[in-house]
């Protein structure tokens, strides 16, 4: 692989950055969709539908849709969510390879320094072994906070899904 193939540090901080951001802003649209179906829901169970028939029917048909389109626009970022989650959970098991390789790297380099005789090159190359230590954590680094956003993401999502699907009609 080209060195130009490989993401810079600030890459990777951009994508993981980008993909928490994304996920937030996700939870924060279902938030809203979710109190929404709650109001609706409260309306709906509120009303007296005490006028006639077809008012009552009217009323109780709309209210009952504007719960259907809310809860159809949680379904459709629900999904969205998962597309999201699935992308950052695939980020951070690349950043997980790239540390498993910065790992075997740091093998290759401690092996080097065990068979080296002269002081000038060990010195060296443990500089090269303390690089690849820097390397792993940060890629450590990015890869625990990927992965807490996601699951942080995650245990919101179900909590959300939990409350719109305990109001849900037969």
């Not at 498993?100 to 005789?117: C, K, N, P, T």
């Amino acid at each position: 692989m080209a060195r130009s193939d490989l993401p810079s540090h600030s890459d990777i901080e951009e994508t993981v950055q980008e993909n928490n951001d994304n996920m937030s802003e996700k939870i924060e649209e279902m938030e809203i969709l979710t109190d929404d179906t709650e109001t609706v829901r409260d309306a709906l169970a509120s009303l007296d539908l005490n006028t006639t028939v077809e008012g009552s029917e009217e009323v109780e048909s709309s209210v009952e849709s504007a719960e259907d389109v809310t809860v159809g626009m949680f379904d459709t970022e629900d999904s969205n969510m998962d597309g999201i989650q699935s992308e950052a959970k695939d980020y951070a098991d690349q950043i997980d390879d790239r540390h498993d390789s910065a790992e075997s790297d740091l093998d290759q380099v401690r092996d080097a320094v065990g068979r080296i005789e002269t002081d000038e090159t060990i010195g060296e190359l443990e500089n090269a072994e303390s690089c690849v230590e820097q390397e792993m954590d940060f890629l450590k680094e990015n890869n625990e906070e990927a992965e807490q956003a996601r699951e942080e993401s995650e245990q919101s999502q179900q909590e959300l899904q939990s409350r719109i699907n305990s109001g849900r009609r037969s």
